[in-house]
């Protein structure tokens, strides 16, 4: 049955009797922490204005596309699930879903969808294409009640933190707002995020450089006045409680060239003669520079390569980007990010997180880095890998080379807003399986273990990202 599923207390915890009672005492340490989000995708004018989640499509099919890319793996189009030019009818995109839910067995956002199905919707029915118009009904009933508004939801997860990713002519407005608010306890961080103002090969890179040099440049032209716009706004986001900049590469290629050769291909990438090898150099030099700026400013520099984005070529000129297209690629950091830990490895204070979608560099190449450099700290398992198989293998490829301290925490990634609290709880629960497995191997102290998981769920993210 759906409900002892995903209500079972002991769900996701090792099977071995002796094994699950371990694991049942630690998770009982860390199951009412509260939830600490430095990395994710939430609209901060959601919260600030408790705008009302619209409808069971447009909150857990449309904008995921974790969901929508296996229902189109299915053949159903995109255009059937809400994402064409043309809107489609809710209900419509829901059967859709429920039609599919048999795909979804075995996956993680079956199992995200399973809580929230039971813990936050109260919900106890698998969904079916029986049932479709039932489920509609009753979760667009709870979507209407006063009660289930962002600002309730936020308070009722238990979230301290919650971090959102803007863009650096992004005024924040909503996250001033909210700062103000005597109403609101919780902390939304924006985050620094410029890709489209760094990789020449973006379509908008020249109309974007153009709006950043004339908007905050501070009189300034050319490559000069890119910078100098660039700092300013770093110092905006600071300013407005950021802690963190974020950077969605392919490769964490890091170049580091003289300010006449940046400045030639600056000026090559704007008059658009730029080649593809000149665009490369260019975005592995900026991604070199934002290290220099984060050691400055103080913002925690997190990288995220490794994904090729909208491989399907046809699917994202009709339906855009961020569409369940983009497919892993293998990553090199040992040799492509040490012209950034050349200079700045072993900064004071400098904190660089490191993610991949590559499981192979977990205990070939991100181990050792961040068993030797002070500034590197283990990205949590991401995207296609925040699941809770893929999360035990990151614990066991990371943990004999460079332990526990040295990773940085949960990070839940998510747009979709009421899979927070699943996410963390799933987290919380492999951890708490990992650390019970070396207290049943005698390799740590049950007690040094209950020390350990409280520092890697709530003490762990406040160090990394400097809360």
């Not at 590469?249 to 006449?260: E, H, N, Q, R, Y």
Request: with cysteine.
């Amino acid at each position: 049955m759906a409900q002892s599923i995903a209500e079972h207390p002991d769900r996701l915890l090792p099977a071995d009797p002796g094994v699950r009672e371990v694991a049942r005492a630690l998770f009982s340490r860390v199951e009412g922490l509260p939830i600490i989000s430095p990395h994710g995708h939430v609209d901060a004018a959601v919260i600030e204005q408790n705008t009302p989640f619209p409808d069971p499509a447009a909150l857990l099919v449309t904008p995921d596309h974790y969901v929508t890319r296996l229902i189109h793996a299915g053949g159903v189009s995109m255009d059937q699930l809400g994402l064409g030019s043309q809107p489609a009818d809710s209900r419509h995109v829901w059967r859709h879903f429920c039609q599919a839910w048999p795909a979804f067995e075995g996956t993680a956002s079956g199992y995200w969808i399973r809580q929230e199905f039971a813990h936050v919707f109260g919900l106890d029915q698998e969904p079916s294409i029986q049932n479709a118009d039932q489920l509609y009904d009753a979760l667009q009933a709870k979507l209407s009640e006063p009660g289930f508004r962002p600002r309730e939801l936020f308070k009722e997860f238990n979230i301290e933190v919650l971090a959102t990713t803007d863009d650096p002519l992004d005024s924040l407005d909503s996250h001033a707002a909210l700062q103000a608010d005597p109403a609101f306890a919780g902390r939304v961080l924006p985050t620094f995020r410029p890709d489209q103002y760094l990789n020449m090969a973006h379509p908008a890179w020249q109309d974007n450089v153009e709006r950043l040099i004339s908007s905050t440049g501070e009189g300034a032209t050319g490559y000069a006045g890119y910078i100098k716009a660039l700092e300013a706004r770093r110092r905006h986001f600071v300013e407005r409680g950021a802690v963190s900049a974020d950077h969605g590469v392919f490769t964490p290629a890091t170049l580091k060239l003289g300010d006449g050769e940046a400045e030639r291909l600056f000026e090559r990438g704007r008059t658009g003669q730029a080649t593809a090898a000149d665009r490369d150099a260019f975005e592995a030099h900026m991604l070199y520079q934002m290290a220099r700026m984060s050691v400055e400013d103080g913002l925690v520099m997190t990288i995220h390569p490794g994904s090729f984005r909208n491989h399907h070529a046809p699917t994202f000129e009709a339906f855009g980007a961020d569409t369940g297209h983009d497919i892993p690629v293998a990553v090199n950091y040992t040799e492509a990010i040490r012209p950034l830990l050349q200079d700045f490895g072993t900064a004071k204070d400098f904190h660089l997180v490191l993610f991949t979608l590559d499981e192979t560099v977990f205990s070939r190449e991100l181990a050792p880095l961040a068993g030797f450099y002070p500034s590197v700290y283990l990205g949590a398992p991401w995207w296609f890998l925040d699941a809770p198989d893929a999360m035990l293998r990151f614990r066991s490829a990371v943990t004999e080379t460079a332990g526990f301290s040295r990773s940085s925490g949960f990070i839940d990634d998510t747009r979709a807003f009421c899979s927070i609290p699943a996410r963390h709880d799933t987290s919380r629960r492999i951890e708490a399986s990992f650390l019970a497995r070396l207290v049943s191997e005698h390799r740590i102290t049950e007690e040094r273990a209950h020390e350990l998981i409280v520092d890697i769920v709530d003490a762990s993210p406040r160090r990394v990202f400097k809360l």
